[in-house]
Nanobody
Framework: LQVAASGGGLAQPGGSLTLTCTAFGFTVDRYSITWFREAPGEAREGVSGIDSRDGRTYYADFVKGRFTISRDMDKNIVTLQMNSLKPEDAGTYYC????????????????????WGQGTHVIVSS
């Protein structure tokens, strides 16, 4: 079982990027997928997650209204559309998968997730 994150890069403040998490060995309708990010010197934090069972989505307060998570079961991917980027959004973004469901209390808890991929780097700078 693997996940692979891609789509990072350089964006200007106010710009957009789309991150993609591709699942291998399982389907995204059986695993809850969450995006975490880690800035230098900071703890890894949950950004946005999507529940396996009903597709319910969760967002950290600092990205609400700017980021959108969605899944495409045909392509077996989960994407994170990031708009209105801020310099503080910079960091390494990881996607992680949990076999089963998550809820508003545990979606951003790191130890809920069994499968982690390598990160993709996001830089927000003018």
């Amino acid at each position: 079982l693997q996940v692979a994150a891609s789509g990072g890069g350089l964006a200007q403040p106010g710009g957009s990027l789309t991150l993609t998490c591709t699942a291998f060995g399982f389907t995204v309708d059986r695993y809850s997928i969450t995006w975490f990010r880690e800035a230098p010197g900071e703890a890894r934090e949950g950004v946005s997650g999507i529940d396996s069972r009903d597709g319910r989505t969760y967002y950290a307060d600092f990205v609400k209204g700017r980021f959108t998570i969605s899944r495409d079961m045909d392509k077996n991917i989960v994407t994170l559309q990031m708009n209105s980027l801020k310099p503080e959004d910079a960091g390494t973004y990881y996607c992680a998968a949990d076999f089963g469901t998550v809820n508003e209390y545990n979606w951003s808890t790191r130890w809920e997730y069994e499968v982690w991929g390598q990160g993709t780097h996001v830089i927000v700078s003018s």
